[in-house]
């Protein structure tokens, strides 16, 4: 069975720094795509970048770019210049690339904290 | 993107007492999912629907039923709520193969 890991319960970062959170999975499957959620506190789940495993170039969305490491099954996220409105919980999730049915499957989660 | 609601949204029930959550959506999907969204634990599947009368089990499915007697309706349904089952439930659907769409969740508390 696929498993996602976030290693880092808590994260805090300054305004307008950068930060990185981390993500590793584990599956057998070579085909697959990861994701970062973001779930502020109106507890609206938002998808905030998504990798296919067959591209190697890293996926980008404005100041959010991810680390996809696919040998070390690595999936870190980075968001750039960091605002109050980043502050929420994210989430790493994986899912197998095939029928539309494939199931995602969810990291524990990593709440972030931005500081004024 | 798809439209797709839950309700309630917030619900306190007292144990032992059975509850019925649902979900709707709007564009005529075939897949459904209720998660389960606990702290420590991330999003769990608790249920999921391929289609109509079509449905299968999760990773955390026990003390949980589910129904879908319509493309647009997925039913939740705890028969005997336990304190244990206090947590906020998601519904989604599979519009393509990227990503899911979520409904608002529900926060249901059993006391």
């Known amino acids: 069975a696929q498993t996602v890991t976030q290693s880092q319960p808590e994260m805090s970062v300054q305004e307008a720094e950068t930060v990185t959170l981390s993500c590793t999975y584990d599956?057998?499957?070579?085909?697959?795509?990861l994701f970062w959620y973001k779930q502020p506190p109106s507890r609206q789940m938002i998808l905030v970048i998504r990798q296919e495993a067959y591209k190697q170039q890293n996926a980008t969305e404005n100041r959010f770019s991810v680390n996809f490491q696919k040998a070390a099954k690595s999936f870190s996220l980075k968001i750039s210049d960091s605002q109050l409105g980043d502050a929420a919980m994210y989430f790493c999730?994986?899912?197998?690339?095939?029928?539309?049915?494939?199931?995602?499957?969810f990291g524990a989660g990593t709440i972030l904290r931005v500081k004024s | 993107d798809a439209g797709i609601t839950q309700s309630p949204r917030h619900k306190v029930t007292e144990t032992g007492t059975p509850v019925t959550l649902r979900c709707h959506q709007t564009?005529?999907?075939?897949?459904m999912y209720w998660y389960r969204q606990d702290p420590g634990h991330g999003l769990r599947l608790i249920h999921y629907?391929?289609?109509?009368?079509?449905?299968d089990k999760g990773e955390v499915s026990d003390g949980y039923s589910v129904s879908r007697s319509k493309t647009e309706d997925f039913l939740l349904t705890l028969e005997s709520a336990t304190s244990s089952q206090t947590s906020v439930y998601f519904c989604a659907i599979s519009p393509n193969n990227y990503g899911y769409t979520f409904g608002s969740g529900t926060r249901l508390t059993v006391v």
């Open positions: 564009e005529n999907h075939r897949y």
């Open positions: 599956t057998s499957e070579s085909d697959y795509y």
């Open positions: 999730a994986y899912r197998r690339r095939g029928e539309y049915g494939n199931k995602l499957v």
């Open positions: 629907s391929y289609g109509v009368k079509d449905t």
